[in-house]
């Protein structure tokens, strides 16, 4: 006699919803039904299709087998005794081919034995036929929850660890480039499209891959910043795609990758120049099939990532000169955007040297230092070779030390705003001896690079030197 099936309409049913846990990622979950009777799959899709994003059923493991292949999904639920193979052997071939999203196993025949070998073979839970509504409800609730707060717990230890000088909005600016780049985010960020992000290291790469995801569809979903530059080459593949236990060496346990904690969301790879020759070829694969395969499984897994690159290499003469894969590079470069060096955005110091002062001060509760007009010409005449990270640690260690640094702001001349002529004249003649000093003394060298006649030069430092 077949287990009964839940009655909606009954006392526990789809209508009793009252005791079934909220969860907040239900909405946008998308679940596979694996079970051989059409009335529980009937009463199962029926239940959940107004609560979830995506509901799909299968009748047996072979079609489920072809859904997974085309689509990802956030959660299983799976009769364990079912015509051919069970539920508890398929489960164990999915662990086995780095399938690493939770199932619920649902059985009408309910012993210890059974019990066990599902939880060693990997189900998140176990239910028992007949159930009530609010019974699986639940169980779905605590796995989307449990799996939700595992990929947040594994991102943010990520964030903590590239702490200090991350993770700051470092779009503030009123220069041209800078507004041109803030109205490229707008426009590309609600697109699926795959953006290349070039620019000098340290022009703020990252932070705007994290407004690109920030203006997105996926921005409830996580943003993963990986530096590829940071990984050694023969563990980037396990890193990106995860490994199966017993996949080479030191594999003791499987471990899903980077794209699997980013599902459903981005995933930013940085100085993503550095890859291998081999990892290009791979990444180039994933791109196009938008499946990932983890070392050591035989299958492919579906994954739904939108990808962000950065590098501050010219991989247009790395494409020339064999070392980057022309096709990987076609397929990264769908949109550029490039962030132009601080020293050609002078514009854009002012306002990033006051959020950072007020930002920073905060944080390490100390007061802030005063932006006078002659500081903020020394701080907008300085070249920035560090670009925006370098004026920020500057920011940094001058609220710890209580002043500028002397090769960036001479000693007084945050003392003379009362006088601003002089102080002007004391930022003229710092910025060009500082000048002359780079140029090894050269005064015609000087002159050039401070764009001035070589006679005006000479008169100044005749003046100077009395």
Not at 41 to 50: D, I, P, S, Y
Not at 339 to 352: G, K, N, T, W
Request: glycine content about 8%; aromatic content about 6%; overall charge neutral.
């Amino acid at each position: 006699m077949p287990p009964s099936i839940p009655d909606p309409a009954a006392p526990g049913g789809s209508e009793a919803s009252e005791d079934v846990a909220f969860s907040p990622h239900l909405a946008g979950a998308s679940i596979l039904v694996v079970d051989d009777e059409p009335g529980m799959r009937n009463f199962l899709v029926r239940m959940l299709q107004t609560r979830c994003r995506h509901v799909a059923e299968a009748a047996d493991v072979a079609a489920a087998s072809r859904l997974l292949e085309a689509a990802p999904f956030d959660l299983i639920i799976l009769d364990n005794i079912m015509a051919g193979r069970t539920g508890l052997q398929w489960l164990e071939e999915l662990r086995g081919s780095g399938f690493y999203r939770d199932v619920i196993l649902i059985t009408a025949f309910a012993d210890l034995e059974t019990a066990i070998t599902a939880l060693r073979a990997g189900a998140a839970d176990f239910v028992l036929k007949p159930f009530r509504s609010n019974q699986i409800l639940n169980a779905i609730a605590r796995c989307l929850d449990r799996g939700r707060l595992m990929r947040e717990n594994f991102v943010l230890r990520r964030e903590l660890k590239a702490m200090p000088g991350a993770a700051a909005p470092l779009m503030a600016g009123d220069s041209v480039s800078t507004r041109a780049v803030r109205a490229m985010i707008e426009r590309v960020g609600p697109m699926p499209s795959t953006v290349l992000i070039t620019g000098e290291s340290g022009t703020g790469k990252e932070v705007t891959a994290r407004a690109l995801h920030a203006v997105s569809v996926r921005a409830a979903k996580p943003f993963v910043p990986v530096n590829c530059a940071a990984i050694a080459p023969e563990i980037i593949e396990s890193e990106l795609f995860g490994h199966l236990k017993g996949a080479f060496t030191g594999a003791a346990s499987s471990r899903e990758g980077l794209f699997f904690y980013a599902q459903g969301g981005t995933l930013f790879l940085d100085e993503v120049g550095e890859l291998p020759p081999a990892m290009q070829s791979k990444l180039l694969r994933v791109i196009e099939d938008r499946k990932v395969r983890p070392v050591g499984a035989e299958r492919e897994i579906p994954v739904d990532v939108r990808l962000v690159a950065a590098t501050n290499a010219n991989l247009t003469a790395q494409v020339a000169a064999g070392r980057f894969r022309q096709d990987l590079y076609y397929r990264l470069n769908v949109v550029n955007i490039h962030l132009a060096p601080l020293r050609e955005r002078p514009e854009d110091v002012a306002p990033l040297a006051h959020m950072f002062i007020a930002e920073l001060s905060a944080r390490l509760g100390v007061p802030p230092l005063d932006l006078t007009e002659p500081v903020l010409t020394f701080l907008t005449r300085y070249p920035w070779p560090g670009n925006v990270r370098e004026l920020r640690n500057v920011i940094e260690r001058s609220l710890i030390l209580g002043d500028f640094p002397r090769d960036v702001v001479p000693e007084g001349v945050a003392e003379e705003e009362d006088a601003p002529g002089t102080a002007l004249d004391a930022v003229e003649k710092a910025h060009m001896l500082k000048v002359l000093a780079e140029a090894g003394g050269n005064r015609a060298e000087a002159a050039r690079r401070l764009k001035v006649s070589r006679k005006t030069l000479d008169r100044k430092l005749k003046a100077w030197n009395g």
